[in-house]
């Protein structure tokens, strides 16, 4: 009897204990002690047992012993089941945070490095109308540390290749960029006197960069020489005479031999007191290059010498009585040997540096869009560190200080640094030079690296397909490189060209030149006319204590 009442008892009890759990705030009583329960046993199971856990990736062990009784029992069958739940349920909750910040950055760096796309390659409505899509305006777009302003520069460049009425030269001082404009100077009485005396001298081409001890002895020196030379103050003066010529166009002349063609003349024009006047060059000769600059030299660099001069040459070409008294000559005047073997010290390496003195703004913008290509997502991310962090909803526009504007201006577009070019030349280059495989110049810039531990990019120039694919094998080097069709097998490299077309395969040799010529370490071989004008670049340019890595000495001939 006594046990059917104690039965009863327990039904009357379970049947209220169910009525009071199916109640909300027993519910809550009931899910605040079992948080309760899963917390405490977590910091008995640090400080009590043996074992470890882990929580949000930081792992704890602990040294304490815990009897197995029903108590603690109870605790593990919780820890196990609930607080397990709940821990993965906490550390899915925080990855996806993570997540969603990261894919946040993202998305901003993306935003980011189009709007800047938008900017340097769309037309002025479809960089309107690409802002306009994702809610941007153009003062809310950042300055692209990676681009330069082409057109600034292509205007400060004329004004330095411009001869100041009553003066020797142009505005060459002892300072860079766009000082030389600051309002405060011009009012400076002692300024102004400073000013003129250095711009008398002409001793600071501005196109030469890096100390003196930096360049080949006398560069600033003979850069000034020649550009004395090649810009008379009357170029209609009767003393004043020209050799005029085109660019060299037999077939199997890549644009190293031309360019080294045209250096061989201008060491001659100077050697008989003539001024170099460039004419026609098939390589410029594509739509690309807009007006008078199509087919001239000056659709990528400043042309040779004034215009007053071009046009004073082109016009007595047409005076055979200027062909008979020597006022005039041609390319035809002087044998090959004389142009390429002669004995007139051609100076090829200050002489390319001269020719290539300033970028036109269709050079400028090539550059830019590799640049863009290669280092704009980098360059994304680390200007997104300095904005506020909801950009683009919130965005600074503080107006330029004088700082801004007249210094900072001048500096370079960022690159990855220190920034190692290495140009690879296989192919039909077989016939001319020992042909190195692509784990040889790899083996000189693990030489390199030896000495500066921190190089880790490559600016990689090749025209095959094979050392791009190579290149991939390395994971221990960041490689950069153009991204155009690349050769298969070993055609001749005229054949390979003409499959570019003409347009492309004169624009992007020309932006793996200049970016080797501003790397600060570079790997090439010597048996190379490209690698050989890329070494005179440097050593004019701040880059003769970098070195020359080669792969091979010379030439078979």
Not at 7 to 17: F, I, M, N
Not at 56 to 83: E, H, M, W, Y
Not at 322 to 329: C, L
Request: proline share 4%.
């Amino acid at each position: 009897m006594e046990a059917l009442n104690q039965k009863s008892l327990e039904r009357v009890v379970s049947q209220k204990a169910l009525q009071m759990g199916s109640s909300f705030p027993c519910q809550i009583c009931v899910m605040g002690f079992l948080c309760g329960i899963c917390l405490t046993s977590l910091f008995l199971a640090a400080l009590t047992s043996f074992g470890s856990f882990e929580f949000a990736g930081i792992s704890f062990s602990s040294t304490g012993f815990s009897p197995r009784n029903s108590s603690s029992q109870f605790f593990n069958d919780v820890t196990t089941t609930d607080c397990e739940f709940k821990l993965k349920e906490t550390e899915r909750w925080v990855d996806s945070n993570q997540s969603e910040a990261t894919k946040t950055d993202d998305e901003k760096t993306s935003l980011l490095y189009s709007a800047w796309d938008a900017i340097l390659t769309e037309s002025v409505n479809g960089e309107r109308e690409f802002l306009k899509r994702f809610g941007l305006n153009r003062s809310s777009v950042p300055n692209a540390p990676h681009l330069k302003n082409c057109k600034l520069s292509a205007q400060v460049n004329k004004q330095l290749d411009t001869r100041i009425k009553n003066e020797s030269f142009p505005p060459w001082t002892s300072w860079t960029g766009l000082l030389d404009t600051y309002p405060a100077s011009a009012a400076n009485e002692q300024l102004r006197h400073f000013r003129h005396h250095t711009i008398s001298e002409g001793a600071y081409p501005p196109w030469i960069t890096g100390s003196d001890e930096e360049n080949y002895p006398l560069t600033r020196k003979v850069q000034r020489d020649i550009w004395i030379h090649q810009h008379p103050s009357n170029c209609r003066d009767p003393n004043v005479r020209f050799l005029v010529a085109d660019w060299e166009r037999l077939p199997g002349f890549g644009i190293g031999a031309q360019i080294a063609g045209m250096c061989g003349l201008l060491a001659i024009a100077i050697k008989e007191k003539r001024v170099l006047v460039t004419s026609y060059y098939n390589r410029a000769d594509h739509d690309g290059c807009k007006g008078s600059s199509r087919a001239s030299w000056s659709c990528y660099f400043f042309p040779e010498t004034s215009q007053e001069c071009r046009d004073r040459a082109f016009e007595l070409t047409a005076n055979k009585e200027a062909w008979e008294k020597g006022i005039i000559t041609g390319k035809d005047n002087y044998s090959s040997k004389e142009i390429w073997a002669g004995r007139t010290p051609r100076q090829i390496l200050h002489a390319v540096r001269y020719l290539m003195r300033f970028q036109t703004e269709y050079m400028c913008g090539l550059l830019n869009v590799a640049h863009h290509a290669a280092f704009g997502k980098e360059a994304a991310k680390m200007v997104l560190t300095s904005l506020p962090r909801d950009w683009p909803k919130e965005a600074t526009n503080n107006p330029k200080s004088d700082i801004e504007e007249f210094v900072w201006a001048n500096h370079k577009p960022w690159i990855p640094r220190p920034l190692l070019s290495m140009h690879v030349r296989m192919g039909d280059k077989a016939c001319e030079m020992k042909v190195v495989e692509f784990e040889g110049y790899i083996h000189l810039a693990d030489r390199i690296r030896k000495h500066f531990p921190h190089l880790n990019s490559v600016w990689l120039s090749t025209e095959m397909q094979d050392v791009i694919d190579k290149s991939k094998l390395y994971s221990n080097w960041n490689f950069y490189y153009t991204n155009v069709k690349r050769q298969v097998g070993n055609r001749t490299m005229a054949i390979y060209e003409a499959s570019l077309g003409r347009e492309t395969s004169t624009n992007y040799p020309l932006v793996n030149f200049l970016m080797a010529s501003e790397a600060d370490f570079f790997i090439g071989a010597l048996g190379s006319t490209w690698c050989f004008l890329i070494d005179g670049m440097r050593n004019t340019g701040g880059k003769v204590m970098a070195g020359y890595l080669s792969v091979n000495k010379d030439r078979f001939w």
